[in-house]
C-alpha cells in the first residue's frame, strides 16, 4: 500500500491526557499537511510542512497544538491537554510538490479523537 | 481570501442515472485550481479530480467529469450511471495561501443513491 497511513485509526482520552497521531505520506511527496474536521463541516487546515520545514503553523487552533517532521519523512501532531472540543477527525495528507496537479493532495484515512 | 459555495446539502439520484454537484468559488487568484473528493462514511477523503483554470478542456476521469464555466466561477461534479458506491459526501476544494499550501473546503454534499 503505497497512500498516505494514519496511526491510531481511533483515540479515546479522558480530558487533560496529552495525545500523540502519526501520518506517514506517500514517499515521493514532499508536502505534508494536517487538517481538522468537525461534524457536519469540510476539513479544515491546520498546518504544513514542506519537507522537514513547518513553513505554515498561524493555523494551528493553540498552543496545546503542535506539529514535527522530524527527517522530512512521517510528522506527528501532538495535542496536550486534551479538551472535549479536540474531539474531531484529525487528517493528514501530502501532495508531490506546487502548481497545477501535482498540487493535488492525497489524504489519509483519518485519526477519529473522542475526549470524554 | 478563497471562498467555496455548495448550495445543496443533500441530493438523491436514482441508481444508474447522472447527477451533477454545485460548486461555485470566489478566488482572486489569476491561477488556480480546483478539487472533488469523496468522503465515505469511513471517513477518508478520496481525490476524484482535478481542474486547472487554464485547462482548455473540462476534466474527466472515469465516470466523473467536471463542467468547469470560468466566467460564472462555477465547477459542478457530473457523476454519470450512478452506483451505490457513490452514496457519501462530495467536498469541492481550492488552494489557498501565499504559495496555495491549504486547501479551502466547501461544506459538502451528501449523495444518496437510490436502487
Known amino acids: 500500500d503505497t497512500g498516505v497511513s494514519q496511526n491510531p485509526r481511533h483515540k479515546i482520552t479522558k480530558r487533560g491526557q496529552n495525545v500523540t497521531f502519526r501520518c506517514d505520506p506517500i514517499?515521493?511527496?514532499?508536502?505534508l499537511y494536517w487538517y481538522r474536521q468537525t461534524l457536519g463541516q469540510g476539513p479544515e487546515f491546520l498546518t504544513y510542512?514542506?519537507?522537514?520545514?513547518?513553513?505554515?503553523k498561524s493555523r494551528l487552533l493553540s498552543d496545546r497544538f503542535s506539529a514535527e517532521r522530524p527527517k522530512g519523512s512521517f510528522s506527528t501532531l501532538e495535542i496536550q491537554r486534551t479538551e472535549q472540543g479536540d474531539s474531531a477527525m484529525y487528517l493528514c495528507?501530502?501532495?508531490?510538490?506546487?502548481?497545477?496537479?501535482?498540487?493535488?493532495?492525497?489524504f489519509g484515512p483519518g485519526t477519529r479523537l473522542l475526549v470524554l | 481570501a478563497q471562498k467555496i459555495t455548495q448550495t445543496q446539502p443533500g441530493m438523491f439520484v436514482q441508481e444508474k442515472e447522472a447527477v451533477t454537484l454545485d460548486c461555485t468559488y470566489d478566488t482572486s487568484d489569476q491561477s488556480y485550481g480546483l478539487f472533488w473528493y469523496k468522503q465515505p462514511s469511513s471517513g477518508e477523503m478520496i481525490f476524484l479530480i482535478y481542474?486547472?483554470?487554464?485547462?482548455?478542456q473540462n476534466a474527466t476521469e472515469g465516470r466523473y467529469s467536471l463542467n468547469f464555466q470560468k466566467a460564472r466561477k462555477s465547477a459542478n461534479l457530473v457523476i454519470s450511471a450512478s452506483q451505490l458506491g457513490d452514496s457519501a459526501m462530495y467536498f469541492c476544494?481550492?488552494?489557498?495561501?501565499?504559495?496555495?499550501?491549504?486547501?479551502?473546503f466547501g461544506k459538502g454534499t451528501k449523495l444518496s443513491v437510490i436502487p
Open positions: 510542512f514542506q519537507n522537514e520545514a513547518q513553513l505554515e
Open positions: 514517499s515521493e511527496h514532499n508536502r
Open positions: 481542474q486547472g483554470s487554464y485547462d482548455e
Open positions: 495528507a501530502s501532495s508531490l510538490g506546487w502548481g497545477g496537479p501535482q498540487e493535488t493532495q492525497y
Open positions: 476544494a481550492t488552494p489557498s495561501g501565499a504559495g496555495s499550501y491549504q486547501l479551502t
